[in-house]
């Protein structure tokens, strides 16, 4: 068989294709000329003209409809530095013949926008923000080809954000790398580091902080940046957390989150309520879960109005049930599949009962502001909450007659003679209203006054001690509500003090 037919360019094309892009190669950028060393009058070249549509049968992107001269013409050449020709001669799936056209009219179009201005100067001579977000394209592009070549286990992406290029490397095969933590809070950063490898996650590093080794690419001005961020890929998830009581319906708590996994086992985080309630749970794959925990963020509450604050019942009812250690059990979704992880006894009580008397004391505060339409708004610091509390526990139970089923209303009486007090106990029960004035002061602004009126329509006297009445002593009576009647508290206008002519 005899030599193949190839319709080679000649020296004056491959020059004029080598022109049109200003002797950088169509690829990567990368200049393609310079004096051959030890010479005062030679050049010395790493470019190629490459063909787009192959020169011969068998040939990449060899296109038999061509014509000889259409093969060894102009527009089927592209430059390349030998590095990227031998990439486009030899591996035939790289390019395909659009992108070989893309990039030749991507790099004639920046050659254009170079000629006659100096280096960095083209991006701002840019005005058009089609051609900006072009050019920006094609810087990416051709940073991400350029790192790609220095280590080829990797897939390289390059992005422009706001404060420059983000480089996002994602090893194709396994990879052995190390990373040598080098910086002042080194004891924080390995642990940080280790529970990144042991579970998964997201970690966010600064460069100075750490040097990365085991690939050339991890040494480019480009990948060696300020920050790096460390992410194992999280599969969406749905946690459900179910406290069960003794008594009572259990508690299903639903957490949309993720799941990641590392080498030692794996973590699920998710979140609820707005993102107010999260949980994590951390667990070896040997079996043994290694953390459980439920977090409560109540900051965003700061300086909100009481009666509107998000998801404040729902919240509460949680904080109620993990305020005492209780039984939990904790099933997650992937996709279709239901799994559940087990059961345990939840002991938070450390945090929730404390958190248990904020949410109590901000019913409290709740119930009065609705009760006397007060308009309060929650401190700014809400640890001020617990630091100014205001014990309105009377007060409370006053306007919750209604509601509570408290059938008494006490109070006490000392009369000279035994005989009076005797005589109101064996009265027949009748309709009583009497008058609070209450006054205000909830985190340092005071409301009021107000005035609340008690009122039940039958109500009778009974001693609740001391038994024996005596002329002189003091006695607590009860004013109960007959049964089939109960107290009603209401505000009422207040009225001016009468005086007493
Ligand atoms: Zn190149």
Not at 84 to 102: E, Q
Not at 410 to 428: D, H, R, W
Not at 466 to 485: K, N, Q
Request: proline share 6%; aromatic share 8%.
């Amino acid at each position: 068989m005899g030599k193949q037919a190839r319709d080679d360019f000649t020296e004056p094309v491959k020059r004029k294709i080598a022109e049109r892009v200003n002797f950088h190669c169509s690829v990567c950028d990368a200049p393609t000329l310079g004096p051959k060393t030890g010479t005062t009058d030679e050049r010395f070249s790493v470019g190629k003209a490459a063909h787009i549509k192959a020169a011969a049968k068998n040939g990449p992107r060899y296109d038999e409809h061509q014509t000889p001269a259409e093969r060894k013409a102009i527009e089927n050449g592209i430059w390349a530095c030998a590095t990227c020709a031998d990439i486009i001669d030899r591996d035939p799936d790289a390019y395909s013949v659009a992108d070989l056209l893309r990039l030749k009219a991507d790099a004639e179009w920046v050659a254009k926008i170079r000629a006659g201005k100096p280096p960095g100067s083209e991006l701002s001579a840019l005005s058009d923000p089609t051609a900006i977000k072009r050019a920006v394209d094609l810087f990416c592009s051709r940073e991400s080809a350029r790192h790609e070549r220095i280590d080829p286990r990797f897939k390289v992406g390059v992005r422009m954000g706001e404060s420059g290029p983000t480089y996002e490397v994602t090893a194709k095969e396994t990879v052995e790398a190390q990373i040598v933590v080098t910086t002042a809070d080194r004891e924080r950063n390995v642990q940080a580091l280790r529970d990144f490898f042991n579970y998964g996650g997201n970690l966010l590093l600064d460069g100075a902080d750490l040097r990365m080794e085991g690939s050339p690419l991890f040494r480019t001005d480009g990948v060696a940046a300020t920050r790096w961020q460390f992410s194992s890929n999280p599969r969406p998830l749905t946690m459900t957390v179910v406290l069960a009581e003794d008594s009572g319906a259990p508690l299903f708590i639903e957490l949309d989150g993720s799941g990641t996994q590392g080498n030692k086992g794996f973590r699920l985080q998710g979140k609820a309520c707005g993102g107010m309630l999260t949980a994590t749970l951390t667990a070896d794959y040997s079996g043994g879960l290694t953390d459980f925990t439920i977090g409560i963020d109540t900051l965003q509450w700061a300086s909100k109005p009481v009666n509107r604050l998000p998801h404040f019942s729902r919240l509460q009812q949680i904080v109620e049930r993990l305020a005492v250690p209780i039984q939990a059990r904790i099933l997650y979704t992937h996709g279709e599949l239901e799994s559940e992880f087990g059961t345990g006894r939840f002991d938070g009580s450390e945090l929730f009962r404390p958190l248990r008397a904020l949410f109590g004391e901000i019913a409290a505060i709740r119930r009065l502001d609705e009760f006397f339409n007060l308009k309060v708004a929650l401190p700014a610091d809400i640890t001020d909450v617990m630091l100014r509390q205001c014990d309105m526990t009377w007060l409370l139970d006053l306007i919750n007659l209604a509601t509570s089923g408290e059938m008494e209303v006490n109070f006490y009486a000392t009369s000279g003679q035994a005989t009076p007090l005797k005589t109101i106990l064996a009265a027949p029960p009748e309709a009583m209203t009497f008058v609070h004035h209450v006054d205000l002061e909830i985190y340092g602004r005071s409301y009021g006054p107000f005035d609340v009126e008690v009122s039940c329509p039958a109500v009778g006297i009974h001693v609740v001690g001391p038994a024996d009445i005596e002329a002189g002593a003091t006695v607590e009576l009860a004013m109960r509500a007959v049964e089939g009647h109960h107290w009603t508290p209401r505000l009422i206008a207040r009225t001016p003090e009468r005086t007493m002519v």
